[in-house]
């Protein structure tokens, strides 16, 4: 059987016009254009990614590209591609994103409101503070809120408001958490496909311990 052109396709990194995609107004507008130039990438990149993060988690992973599919009158103002251990979803599990706001790439490790152990993570995390400090890079960016594209950098931080971080995810329903690195549009970094997905994997080996510490 003839593999079909997705199969072949090969990741090229990312252009202006992926960016420039949150800039178009209305919903349809910019889904259509979404749908059609970046939402391609991610799933190139999910298949480019996930043998390297399968080997690395030392478990099966699953693709999960952002549908957006409960909006119905404000465009999306950021997509991506998530890496769960579930099949069926990940929102309810950590898990890994790559994603693009019009601003930037993130690349980083998620624990959302919709995951249970969310509670048992933030106390974990509470008690290796001294270790997360040492092991996350300086440049690191933390985030309370998804959709926020700013956050908080790791190596400007106090252990105090590094705590407050886990403090509020463990005691806010709502709350949720973010760690990764941001690489700004115009990055030529983000037009070579190879240096990208080599970053990215370095990336995701970084945050391991993190991923690992919600499963603990």
């Given at each position: 059987?003839t593999q079909s052109?997705?199969t072949?396709?090969e990741f090229?990194?990312f252009?202006d ?25 991610f799933?190139?990149i999910?298949?480019?990614i996930?043998?390297s ?7 099966e992973m ?5 549908k957006h ?6 465009p999306?103002?950021d997509?991506?591609v ?6 069926r979803?990940?929102k309810a ?6 994603g693009?706001?019009s601003s930037?790439?993130f690349?980083?490790f998620?624990i ?13 995390a509470?008690?290796?503070l001294?270790?997360?400090r ?7 960016v ?8 700013t ?5 400007q931080?106090?252990n ?5 971080l886990?403090?509020?995810l ?7 958490l973010t760690?990764?690195?941001?690489i700004?549009?115009?990055?030529p970094?983000l037009s070579?496909?190879d240096?990208?997905?080599?970053k990215?994997k ?9 991923y690992r510490?919600a499963f603990?």
């Amino acid at each position: 059987m003839t593999q079909s052109t997705n199969t072949l396709a090969e990741f090229q990194g990312f252009e202006d016009r992926d960016f420039a995609v949150f800039e178009i107004a209305g919903l349809e507008a910019r889904m259509e254009a979404l749908i059609e130039n970046v939402r391609p990438k991610f799933h190139l990149i999910g298949q480019e990614i996930i043998p390297s993060l399968e080997s690395m988690c030392e478990e099966e992973m699953f693709v999960h590209v952002a549908k957006h599919a409960r909006r119905t009158v404000n465009p999306p103002n950021d997509s991506w591609v998530a890496f769960a251990n579930n099949k069926r979803g990940y929102k309810a599990y950590p898990h890994f994103q790559i994603g693009l706001w019009s601003s930037h790439v993130f690349v980083q490790f998620a624990i959302i409101y919709e995951c249970p152990n969310k509670d048992a993570f933030a106390e974990r995390a509470l008690n290796e503070l001294e270790s997360i400090r040492r092991s996350v890079p300086a440049g690191f960016v933390w985030s309370k809120d998804h959709m926020v594209p700013t956050g908080l950098v790791h190596g400007q931080m106090t252990n105090d408001e590094l705590a407050e971080l886990f403090t509020r995810l463990k005691t806010v329903k709502a709350a949720e958490l973010t760690c990764g690195i941001h690489i700004r549009r115009g990055d030529p970094i983000l037009s070579d496909a190879d240096a990208f997905l080599s970053k990215t994997k370095e990336t995701f080996k970084t945050l391991l311990p993190l991923y690992r510490m919600a499963f603990a």
